[in-house]
Structure formats: structure tokens, C-alpha cells
């Protein structure tokens, strides 16, 4: 068992915005469990971490499957003793208009987008009543979820309800000494964006560069987000400058949308 006092949880952690949240909670002192479908990536990643007093450790997860996301849990408590925040991240983002919608995509979405959140919170709600303390829960939504997206009919209306359920979680869980917040990014440069703005591209008989600029058209500050960006949101949300916050999202996109 580890000695470490201060231990975090994150869901899609082997590339994009997951890999930079991990890391970043990992400079602000946290050990770090790395959790992705993609096992060799996570521990690459995790391998990549080093610091004393700190570990850095990897489990391969389908966060759709309750059970596989409780024991990930488990084992995460098992083995450090501690845990204190869950950053519910991993999530699907295809792009996918009303009409092209099939029912193996349709349940694929929901259980990774919403059952991996809703599991996700269960999960991290029985090992924080089983250590006796509260903590934080940090879950993904995006722009996508504050304003409907045209094409990602899919991801939009998952990102809408991640919202609603962190309110609800929020409320639920609140006596408990439970803060459950979420981050909502824009458009940012990860393999997950990459794919639709090519795809974009591509429908419309235009080079890569055009689809990436039918984004930042669309932003205030006229530059894509980083990974960092929205690492560096989730790192207030799950430091104790954020205790007082609970049950909100918010909005790392650049200026897309003002609320």
C-alpha cells in the first residue's frame, strides 16, 4: 500500500485532454490512477510520471461496464489507501447527424458518454463513504452540451445530460461532503477533434486546414484550445480553492458562447 495522501482518479487518461489533466494533477501533487480503454497507452503514460512521493498507475477500464468501473475503484483504494478526486473524462465524440444514427452507436454513446459518468459517480460515492470522507467529482461535458452542435446529435445530447446529472449529483451528494462540478470544452486540439474536423473536411471537398477554420471562426479569442487549457480548469476543481463551488459547469472554449 502507498503512503500517499492526496490520490486522483482519471477516466480516458491516455492521450488528449485526459493525459493533460493526469499530468497536471500530478505537478499539483496528487498521485494519479491513469484509466483508459487503451491499457498500453495509460501505462506509457503513467510511466511517464515520476515524482517523490507521488505514484503514478494505469488500469484498463470500459467505463459503460458498472462493474468494471467499481473495481477499478476498488482497487485504486486498495492499493494507495486514499482517494480523493474522480475526473470522469473519457468519452465518445463521433460525428453523427439524426438521420445516420444506428442503434449499436446509439447504446455504444449513452453507455460510454452518461453510463460512464452515472458510473463513474456511483463508484467514487462507495469508496468515499468507505474511507469515511468526502471529495470531488469532476465530470466532462462540453460547449457541445450547453448549445446543441450541428451533426453530433449523439455527443451533444450525452454532453447535455452529463450537465444535468452533475446538478443532481451535485444536490444529491452535497451532505455527504461530495462537490461535483464539470468543464466544458470548445474546440480543442486532441485526436478526438482532429477526426471531425477532418471528416468535415472532407464532406465538403475541402483540405483539413478548412475544417479546422470553420472552428475558430467560431471563437472569440481565434485560436483552438489546448489540452493544457482545459487541464488547467479541472486542476482549480479539484483543489480546495474550489470548495465552495458545487453543481456547475464550466465553459473553457474560448469565447464560443457567452453565458
Known amino acids: 500500500m502507498s503512503n500517499t495522501k492526496k490520490v486522483a482518479v482519471v477516466t480516458g487518461a491516455a492521450q488528449g485532454i485526459g493525459l493533460k489533466i493526469a499530468e497536471r494533477l500530478f505537478k499539483d501533487g496528487f498521485s494519479v490512477a491513469l484509466v483508459d480503454f487503451n491499457e498500453e497507452g495509460a501505462k506509457k503514460a503513467a510511466a511517464s510520471l515520476k515524482a517523490e512521493g507521488q505514484e503514478a498507475i494505469a488500469f484498463k477500464a470500459d467505463v459503460s461496464d458498472r462493474e468494471n468501473v467499481f473495481n477499478v475503484l476498488r482497487s485504486v483504494v486498495e492499493y494507495f489507501g486514499e482517494f480523493n478526486v474522480l475526473v470522469n473524462n473519457a468519452g465518445l465524440g463521433p460525428m453523427t447527424p439524426i438521420d445516420t444514427v444506428t442503434p449499436e452507436q446509439f447504446s455504444q454513446v449513452i453507455g460510454v458518454n452518461i453510463g460512464g459518468v452515472f458510473w463513474g459517480i456511483q463508484a467514487a460515492l462507495e469508496q468515499f463513504e468507505k474511507l469515511g470522507h468526502g471529495g470531488k ?60 474536423a477532418i471528416k468535415l473536411a472532407k464532406e465538403n471537398n475541402q483540405p483539413e486546414e478548412w475544417g479546422w477554420k470553420q472552428f475558430t471562426d467560431q471563437i472569440t479569442l481565434k485560436r483552438l484550445s489546448k489540452p493544457e487549457d482545459v487541464a488547467n480548469v479541472v486542476s482549480f476543481l479539484a483543489g480546495s480553492d474550489s470548495d465552495y463551488i458545487t453543481g456547475q459547469t464550466i465553459i473553457v472554449d474560448g469565447g464560443m458562447r457567452f453565458h
Do not use: C, H, W
Not at 449523439?154 to 462537490?179: M, N, P, W
Open 137 to 196: 467529482i469532476i465530470n466532462a461535458t462540453s460547449q457541445a452540451g450547453v448549445e446543441g452542435n450541428k451533426g453530433l446529435s449523439l455527443y451533444s445530447s450525452t454532453k447535455f445530460a452529463v450537465r444535468g446529472l452533475t446538478q443532481v449529483a451535485a444536490r444529491d451528494l452535497a451532505e455527504k461532503g461530495i462537490t461535483v462540478n464539470a468543464y466544458a470544452p470548445g474546440i480543442v486540439e486532441t485526436p478526438m477533434m482532429e477526426g471531425i
